[in-house]
């Protein structure tokens, strides 16, 4: 699915140069389902960002698939982020004006879907979300655990084979999050590859496999399965 | 995704519904001045713009050179158009046109009226619609052709053609038949006649001799092609010397064609002699609404540049979750840009609705001028107003279209951006709003100053408390001062050829080899004293002496000056090379033309009673209106079969007046609104900043900071904000009030520091005002309160 190698990622200020990432090589295979942990400030979620194609590293490999994507542009990485990749946030980042219904359907407009089945499969989604009663309320109006199956929603509504999560139950009472969470492990069954960053050990157990970083570095790669560095 | 962008462009418009109202608003009376200014420059370019033929027709003027200078003259002497007719070849028609004036009596009424001679030709050259009759009625002497005006006033329900009008001017009658009726010019024409008559009618109404090259009138011609310009020109130069032979001390030194097509937009810049047609609408009616209009359109560009930034951040995650989501940045551009046009175009709505109100305001404030909001009327407006929503649009919403698509989504979503709210950029513009709000606070408050000044400006006679009437001759001087003489409000009567206000001549005199041109006025005994006028050296005239009469001339201040007489009395001046003349006084300098124009040698010529075409009469401030009003009623019993022509000796100061208080109407108007909306522009950027530092002020509180200097380190930017803006503001306001000035007037307030300190005063007053509850508010918070959400 998607391979780095040596990949570093420095953030450079005036007078600061600071190492988010340092020579990281991980590989992810079709279908798993992997945990990234770690203390805060540990380069979660830069890794998270990096993979998900929102930001580039400053040194290293990095295969989507087989393409190499380390020097694409930010319109080329635009071009591959909104069809192959679905991003589920702990703030849900749902846009504050747009219906429920809306903000499911944005992916679609981004990737030109016709009008008739853009209604249908949004349509659909909402149904399978169970949120379909909600479809013309605004987030505001929503409960947390509500706004979040919003979120995975729009996050999944163009079939992408990588889903990335950043806390996606860091702001839900135990319940939501359990929903929430169960969702992802029926999303991986039909076979969508997820990413998720956690704090939580409880959700960290739906994953396959759990990274551990710390100070930029992975420390430990498995708890479930051999992983190799 | 156009649908898209659109709710999701009036849901935010809704939420920011007061900013959307503010920039609207501002931007509409901003685009409202633009539309009066593009209407006035439009009536005033298109000068002319009717006759079919402007292009192929032009005016034979000539130079003189006068104390060694160029000196243009409009006209053209009288016999010239017969002699080039035919000997020129490149020259296909000549067209003769003088102004004569006058009155009409139809029935038993009188009206005045402005009858033009013309050729029989000049329906030809000129585009002048005839609604009935024919063009050949101007063929022969006996008929007149009436504006469709003049029709209505003097013929509302009958045919009017082959009825007669008589033609009253003076004693002298003469009966004309209607021949055809035109459609009246509109007001940006050069004429301005309301009746045509054969050109050969002058000789009779004037008693001219034909081929006389003393005598001038206008005359235009067409070429046959526009290359034979030059060449025309040069056989032009064949009549230069028998017209300076037939008059030798008015030299005409060359010819040269002057083309119809903006001839009343040169004659406005130019200085031009004789121009006897309207001139193009004054530059100030013209430059200063371009002027306001460009300020406040670039005002509320500003604020609606720093406005839409600053509440963009309330749309940063949207922008982030676009992005993340596969937007493109140039679809984020393209989003945030036509968000931008459609509130430029919802402005322009708004100034189409606020110009229903400004273009009728401005138009009547101004009486040569004629503009109307008529959208139907010509294309180039749709096309000015196309372009002016492009421009705001563009101005107003590129850079935050630009500068909020490039934001990281990693930074926004994660909360670590570093919302800029006051750039270097969106500091600078508000620096430039609070000069341009000061460049109109202190022009309009040295116009008002101005209009005070210029009131109270000593114009060398006591123009405020005169009033003239225009006499026929000896006996109409005599009858109309027995009628006003017994009235105990009239404090002076006095007889004079030519009136201070109204008329005057211009000779030669040469003083010792040097030439110079003078004004020249004949003048009864009496006229200095009854118009109050100063005598500072010498004596007036003595009645009935013959040698006065000759040889004695009374001069003012600044032909002594010109000449540099050490001595003026006494001195021989020789007048049209040919007649000795003494002076015997010297007057204060009268300025003729108001304080438009600078104060010209004068000299002051002693005439009897039989050369009187003047009636002065001096009175007092409280009865000035009286008197006129007197001075009708005598002239209606003692002349009953003419118009009144009665008038107050201070008309050239009432314009004046009229243009100083149009001109500060708009500078106060610019002032409010460019105050306002810097104003606004201020606030929002104040409130952005406050609740960007609010964790800072929590800060700094915790640690034992004070009230007072909290207040000092959030006002101390703006406090710099606002002095390089006064320095800005004064400097720029000190040159465009003096260049306006200079541009309108000859003799006008000296500016001092005043204007200046007090528009700084007014200006930083409303920015306290403005910013001052705000930062109180955030220097008075509970720390505890801004510190909680960490």
């Known amino acids: 699915m998607l391979k780095i190698k040596e990949l570093t990622k420095l953030y450079t200020t005036d007078e600061v140069e600071t190492t988010a990432l340092r020579n990281i090589t991980i590989e992810i295979r079709d279908g798993e389902f992997v945990a990234i942990m770690g203390p805060s400030g540990c380069g979660k979620s830069t890794l998270l960002n990096i993979l998900g194609l929102l930001d580039s590293p400053t040194a290293g490999e990095y295969y989507f698939g087989k393409e190499e994507v380390s020097g694409f542009s930010e319109r080329q990485r635009a071009q591959l982020r909104k069809g192959a990749i679905g991003f589920v946030f702990q703030s849900f980042n749902l846009i504050d004006e747009l219906t429920v219904f809306e903000n499911v359907e944005l992916p679609l407009l981004y990737l030109k879907v016709p009008a008739s089945e853009r209604q249908q499969k949004v349509k659909e989604m909402l149904e399978r979300m169970n949120i379909r009663h909600r479809r013309n309320h605004f987030p505001q109006q929503l409960s947390g655990g509500q706004q979040q199956r919003v979120a995975i929603a729009r996050a999944i509504i163009a079939n992408p084979r990588l889903i990335l999560a950043d806390e996606p139950t860091g702001n839900l009472d135990s319940t939501n999050g359990e929903e929430v969470m169960k969702l992802l492990a029926r999303l991986n069954e039909q076979g969508t590859t997820i990413i998720m960053v956690t704090h939580s050990p409880y959700d960290a157990n739906y994953a396959h496999r759990i990274i551990n970083l710390f100070d930029g570095k992975v420390v430990t790669g498995n708890s479930k399965e051999q992983f190799h560095v | ?790």
């Open chain 2, 1 to 790: 995704m156009l649908i898209n962008f659109l709710k999701i462009t009036f849901r935010s418009l809704l939420k920011n519904k007061v900013f959307v109202l503010i920039n609207v608003m501002g931007l509409g009376i901003a685009l409202a001045c633009a539309i009066v200014a593009y209407l006035s420059w439009d009536f005033n370019n298109n000068f002319d713009a009717r006759h079919v033929n402007a292009n192929n027709i032009y005016r034979i003027n000539f130079v003189r050179i006068t104390n060694g200078l160029p000196v243009k003259n409009g006209s053209c002497p009288e016999p010239l158009a017969k002699a080039i007719a035919g000997s020129i070849s490149g020259i296909d028609a000549v067209v003769r046109y003088y102004p004569v004036g006058g009155s009409f009596k139809v029935k038993d009424d009188l009206f005045r009226l402005n009858l033009a001679a013309v050729d029989a030709n000049f329906l030809d050259v000129f585009t002048f619609p005839l609604l009935q009759g024919n063009k050949s009625a101007l063929a022969g002497k006996g008929k007149i052709i009436i504006s469709n005006k003049i029709k209505e006033k003097f013929f509302p329900d009958t045919d009017p053609v082959g009825q007669l009008v008589t033609y009253v001017m003076g004693d002298k009658r003469q009966e004309y038949i209607v021949g055809g009726v035109f459609e009246k010019m509109p007001l940006n024409s050069s004429f301005y006649f309301d009746a045509l008559v054969n050109y050969d009618n002058i000789y009779d109404i004037f008693g001219w001799q034909e081929n006389n090259w003393a005598e001038f009138n206008t005359t235009f011609v067409t070429l046959h092609s526009p290359h034979v310009f030059h060449e025309v020109e040069k056989e032009l130069q064949q009549y230069v010397e028998i017209q300076n032979r037939a008059k030798e001390d008015y030299k005409v030194n060359n010819y040269y064609l002057d083309p119809f097509k903006g001839m009343a937009l040169r004659a406005e810049r130019d200085d031009l002699w004789n121009h006897w047609f309207h001139f193009s609408v004054p530059t100030p009616a013209v430059i200063a609404p371009i002027v306001m209009a460009l300020l406040l359109v670039l005002l509320a560009c500003f604020n609606f540049t720093n406005t839409s930034i600053a509440i963009a951040n309330r749309r940063l995650k949207e922008i982030g979750i676009r992005k993340v989501l596969g937007s493109q940045r140039h679809q984020l551009v393209a989003q945030f840009l036509s968000e931008n046009m459609l509130l430029a175009l919802l402005g322009l709505i708004a100034g189409l609705l606020f110009a229903e109100f400004l273009v009728p305001a401005y138009n009547k404030m101004w009486p040569f001028l004629d503009i109307t909001l008529d959208y139907l009327k010509n294309i180039r407006f749709f096309g000015f107003l196309l372009a002016l929503l492009l421009f705001t649009g563009l101005v107003a919403g590129s850079y935050p279209a630009f500068y909020v698509s490039r934001f990281k989504p990693t930074q926004i979503l994660r909360g670590t951006l570093n919302y800029g709210s006051t750039s270097i950029f969106t500091r600078t513009l508000l620096v430039f709003q609070f000069a341009i709000s000061l460049v109109a606070i202190v022009s309009g408050i040295i116009f008002s100053l101005n209009a005070n000044y210029q009131q109270d400006y000593d114009m060398g006679f006591s123009h405020q408390t005169g009033v003239y009437a225009r006499v026929a001759d000896e006996d109409g001087y005599n009858a109309l001062k027995q009628a006003l003489q017994q009235n105990p409000r009239v404090l002076a009567i006095a007889g004079a050829r030519h009136n201070f206000t109204a008329s005057w001549y211009t000779d030669p005199i040469n003083y010792r080899g040097e030439e110079l041109d003078v004004d020249l006025l004949d003048i009864g005994e009496d006229y200095l004293t009854a118009t109050g006028a100063t005598l500072l050296q010498g004596r007036n005239f003595v009645k009935d002496s013959q040698t006065d009469k000759e040889n004695a001339v009374i001069v003012n201040e600044e032909l002594v000056k010109t000449l540099g007489l050490a001595e003026p009395v006494g001195q021989r001046l020789m007048l049209r090379d040919t007649l000795a003349v003494y002076i015997v006084g010297v007057v204060k300098n009268i300025y003729l033309t108001g304080l438009w124009q600078p104060v010209k040698p004068l000299m002051l010529r002693y005439t009897g009673p039989e050369n009187y075409r003047f009636l002065v009469a001096q009175t007092d401030s409280d009865n000035v209106h009286a008197v006129h009003d007197d001075m009708e009623a005598a002239w209606k019993k003692v002349f009953p079969d003419q118009l009144p022509d009665v008038g107050y000796m201070d008309n050239m100061l009432v314009e004046a007046l009229e243009v100083n208080k149009n001109i500060k109407v708009m500078f106060v108007f610019l002032g409010i609104v460019a105050t306002i909306l810097s104003a606004i522009g201020l606030f929002s950027l104040v409130s952005l900043d406050v609740i960007k530092r609010m964790k800072e002020i929590g800060v700094r509180k915790v640690l034992g900071a004070s009230v007072m200097h909290i207040i000092h380190i959030i006002n101390k930017r703006y406090a710099m904000m606002l002095l390089i803006a006064s320095v800005l503001g004064t400097v720029a306001g000190y040159y465009m009030a003096e260049m306006l000035l200079a541009s309108i007037w000859t003799y006008y307030l000296p500016i001092g520091p005043g204007p200046f300190i007090g528009a700084v005063l007014v200006l930083v007053t409303i920015a306290a005002a403005t910013v001052g509850g705000k930062v109180l508010k955030a220097a008075t918070t509970n720390p505890a309160y801004t510190l909680r959400d960490e």
